[in-house]
């Protein structure tokens, strides 16, 4: 028995099926690289650019106060700016290249060309991506190693802000991106630096039973945190965006969050605290980072304040550029790239850390019981 394939009749079906009934676009999808479909970069960093070899921010803190009351006639007190925090952006040299070799070109294997040349490409943005994550990964105050001497050389990478450990704009020591004792500038007018935290602890188990209502209850109180951040002049920072919550693909993890933003009501007939504070995104490349692995970690982010306010950034000084050029010894075609691009930050409040087990250098979040049998007032 055989089975004939009439080809012509094939294609008049509709294209998103071969004469197999395979899903052709969903074939393509699956050869992607994660990235390709979802970039973590632009769920988690802002994209800038740096126009010189290095940019200094530094903050000015305003003025303690603008007016006070006087008497008539009195002389109008003036008042001081101090000078706050700075930070400086760097970018890094990346090269790599590849070589179409004598052979290729005399077979004219130009498919094999496009295909070599495809890949290298791919891999080169699916570098950037691991590059980036793994910078926001030393965030947290241990350095960490990204690439290896085998493959060209090692980047050391500690991902810090631009405020210091006591409030001292002169101190050398800065705190890391994430932190439970981020310090507003400490004035000269004897007025002490606040303590804030934008990484955070919940002893929650997310295969409880009642994780969605503790998760919402620990989602609201971060996001409120945020929104009532105080700058280094002291005075509420407006970090009010919308919030966009990041993490790890982890099936129970992706499921209670999903609970936990989308449910109007919890099991127990109260409102849920955390409905619509937030919208989320997912990517398996958080599941490589030791903050988020096995579903224990989330991020949450606000894209419009890191924009405005030299947030976490992928700063990019010269962008990708291949040039390519023949060689004679040994002959072939030389592709060879560059890219100038950091990881920087000045200002955490833009994104904050929640570990869901044990963490003894965050700051501890206690989900709230909601309270039962509320009386209505008549």
């Known amino acids: 028995m055989g089975i004939i394939i009439n080809i012509a009749e094939a294609l008049q079906n509709r294209a998103e099926y071969n004469i197999l009934r395979e899903p052709i676009n969903d074939m393509l999808k699956k050869k992607q690289e994660a990235w390709e479909q979802k970039n973590p970069i632009d769920l988690l960093f802002h994209r800038g650019t740096l126009n010189k070899f290095q940019e200094t921010y530094t903050d000015t803190i305003g003025f303690a106060h603008a007016f006070a009351e006087t008497s008539d006639y009195a002389v109008a007190p003036i008042f001081n700016?101090?000078?706050?925090?700075?930070?400086?952006?760097?970018?890094?040299?990346?090269?790599?290249?590849?070589?179409?070799?004598?052979?290729?070109?005399?077979?004219?294997?130009?498919?094999?060309?496009?295909?070599?040349?495809?890949?290298?490409?791919?891999?080169?943005?699916?570098?950037?991506?691991?590059?980036?994550?793994?910078?926001?990964?030393?965030?947290?105050?241990?350095?960490?190693?990204?690439?290896?001497?085998?493959n060209g050389g090692v980047s050391r990478l500690k991902l810090e802000s631009a405020d210091t450990t006591d409030g001292d704009p002169m101190t050398a020591t800065k705190n890391p991106l994430f932190s439970k004792a981020h310090k507003t500038v400490k004035r000269r007018d004897g007025v002490a630096a606040i303590d804030q935290s934008n990484r955070f602890v919940a002893d929650i188990t997310i295969t409880d039973t009642d994780a969605i209502s503790k998760v919402a209850s620990v989602i609201n109180q971060v996001i409120t945190q945020m929104e009532n951040y105080k700058d280094d002049n002291g005075k509420y920072a407006g970090v009010t965006g919308q919030k966009t919550i990041v993490a790890p693909n982890d099936a129970h993890l992706v499921a209670v969050l999903n609970a936990a933003l989308s449910m109007d009501m919890l099991s127990d007939h109260t409102p849920n605290p955390a409905y619509k504070r937030a919208v989320l995104e997912t990517t398996p490349y958080l599941r490589d980072m030791t903050s988020c692995a096995n579903g224990s970690g989330i991020f949450i982010v606000d894209k419009a304040y890191n924009a405005e306010?030299?947030?976490?950034?992928?700063?990019?000084?010269?962008?990708?550029?291949?040039?390519?050029?023949?060689?004679?010894?040994?002959?072939?075609?030389?592709?060879?790239?560059?890219?100038?691009?950091?990881?920087?930050?000045?200002?955490?409040?833009?994104?904050?850390?929640?570990?869901?087990g044990t963490d003894t250098n965050a700051t501890t979040i206690t989900p709230v019981t909601a309270a039962k049998n509320i009386k209505t007032i008549s």
Do not use: C, M
């Not at 130009?110 to 990964?137: C, M, P």
């Not at 002959?331 to 990881?343: K, N, T």
């Open 309 to 356: 306010n030299q947030g976490l950034e992928f700063t990019e000084r010269v962008a990708l550029t291949i040039n390519v050029e023949e060689n004679k010894n040994p002959y072939g075609i030389s592709y060879d790239a560059r890219q100038r691009f950091d990881i920087n930050v000045a200002s955490w409040r833009g994104i904050s850390h929640i570990k869901f």
């Open 81 to 150: 700016t101090n000078e706050g925090f700075s930070k400086t952006y760097t970018s890094r040299t990346f090269q790599g290249g590849f070589i179409i070799t004598q052979q290729v070109l005399e077979d004219q294997a130009y498919s094999q060309i496009k295909n070599t040349a495809s890949k290298f490409l791919t891999r080169w943005h699916g570098d950037t991506v691991e590059y980036a994550l793994t910078a926001l990964d030393s965030g947290f105050g241990t350095e960490k190693i990204w690439g290896t001497k085998e």
